[in-house]
């Protein structure tokens, strides 16, 4: 079966750095997402990486090794309002928007 | 275009009930997704068009369940005879022909079966 493994809390001060990891089973694998999620609120895209290795995005940065079938989501200079819920989220089909999402990852960022 | 958007955003309905829940992706994006929330869990995939046509639907997904993209555009999702048990978040989200691994979502229309 398909099956993703994140840590459920996280909790940590403005202006530090947090990794959230992500493993993965699943039967096939295209590529590892991240999504963060506010309260009420839509999920939002972060990252994406289908080869081995680090992407940067500003503040943010995702990792994947595909070898070890995990990956991890990067935050740094945390501030308040990176308070959400994260998602790691496998393409495990050629049907290029269909995946398998983890029960996510609550930050919480504290002053 | 301001992005995804869904209606209505909540509903409340006895169970039994049927109900329909409305998509409208971005215009330019020709493939559609629905998800599921529930409290605490991931999305859950339920089905997928590219154009009008239903390229996949999830083996979870009961009878009850059905989805029409007419002309390739909006979208609709109908509940029939609702149970408690479909009171969740339904998630719509949007992507263009060139897959760059994300996912455009609405704001999501909350279902309650009371």
């Known amino acids: 079966g398909q099956s993703l493994e994140q840590p459920s809390e996280v909790t940590a001060v403005e202006g530090a750095i947090v990794q959230i990891n992500c493993t993965y089973q699943?039967?096939?694998?295209?590529?590892l997402s991240w999504y963060q999620q506010h309260d009420g609120g839509a999920p939002t895209f972060l990252s994406y990486?289908?080869?081995?290795g680090l992407e940067e995005t500003g503040r943010f940065s995702s990792f994947l090794s595909r070898s070890d079938s995990y990956g991890y989501l990067l935050l740094q200079e945390l501030q308040m309002k990176d308070s959400a819920s994260y998602f790691c989220?496998?393409?495990?089909?050629?049907?290029?928007?269909?995946?398998?999402f983890g029960d996510g990852t609550t930050l919480t960022v504290k002053p | 275009d301001t992005g995804v958007s869904q209606d209505p955003r909540h509903k409340i309905t006895k169970r039994g009930q049927n109900v329909t829940f409305r998509c409208d992706p971005i215009?330019?994006?020709?493939?559609l997704y629905w998800y599921r929330q529930t409290l605490g869990q991931g999305p859950e995939f339920l089905t997928y068009?590219?154009?009008?046509?239903?390229?996949?639907k999830s083996r979870l997904l009961s009878d009850r369940f059905s989805a029409e993209r007419p002309k390739g555009s909006f979208s609709t999702l109908e509940i029939q005879r609702t149970e408690q048990g479909d009171s969740a978040m339904y998630l719509c989200?949007?992507?263009?022909?060139?897959?760059?691994?994300?996912?455009?979502f609405g704001e999501g229309s909350r279902l309650t079966v009371l």
């Open positions: 068009f590219q154009n009008e046509a239903q390229l996949e």
């Open positions: 989200a949007s992507s263009g022909t060139g897959y760059t691994g994300e996912l455009f």
């Open positions: 990486n289908a080869l081995d």
């Open positions: 215009s330019e994006h020709n493939r």
């Open positions: 699943t039967s096939g694998f295209y590529g």
């Open positions: 989220a496998v393409r495990d089909d050629t049907n290029a928007g269909k995946s398998t």
